[in-house]
Structure formats: C-alpha cells, structure tokens
C-alpha cells in the first residue's frame, strides 16, 4: 500500500468515527414505558407450568441426540475432507 493511499484511508476513517460519536446522551426511554411493558407479561404463576427444560429427562433420546450430533458432525467432516483430496487429484 502506498502512502498516498494509507494517508487517504486513515483521513476517511477518522471522518467516519467523528461522525457516529454523539455528545448528546442516549435517551432511555424505557424508564417512560416500564408500567406498560410489566403488564404485557405473563403473570408469575402461568410461567411455573411452562418451563422448557423440565426433568425427568428420557436418558434414551437425549443419548440418541448426542450421538446423532456427533455423527452428524463429523460426517460432515469427512465428507468434505474426502470430497477436497477426491477434487484435487490425490484420492482416485
């Protein structure tokens, strides 16, 4: 890079961090909304009967998905392993 253009790239950047700074302070405006977004919640007692991880766990399904994860990924790998050396002439 020359220095012509390492000059001119350090000029464009200090323009465009010159313009996303802001002296003025962020609003926060949920402190004007709070009320209104408590009431839109479920109340308390409806968010005991929903839980998404509850146990007991199937041990059986949870085994099966690991493992299928891991297949999943590794196949992956060396399916794409295989695919490059295939590609590029060292596997026939």
Sequence with gaps: MSLVAASRTSQVA???AARRMSTTPKLHKAKDQWSEFVKTRPPLDHLDEHKCFHPPFNAAVIGGGII?????????MA??????QKKQ???K
Excluded: K
Aim: no cysteine; hydrophobic share 50%; glycine share 20%.
């Design 14 to 16: 200090t323009r465009v």
């Design 68 to 76: 299928m994860a891991w297949v999943i990924g590794y196949g992956s």
């Design 79 to 84: 399916f794409g392993m295989a695919h490059q």
């Design 89 to 91: 002439g060292f596997w």
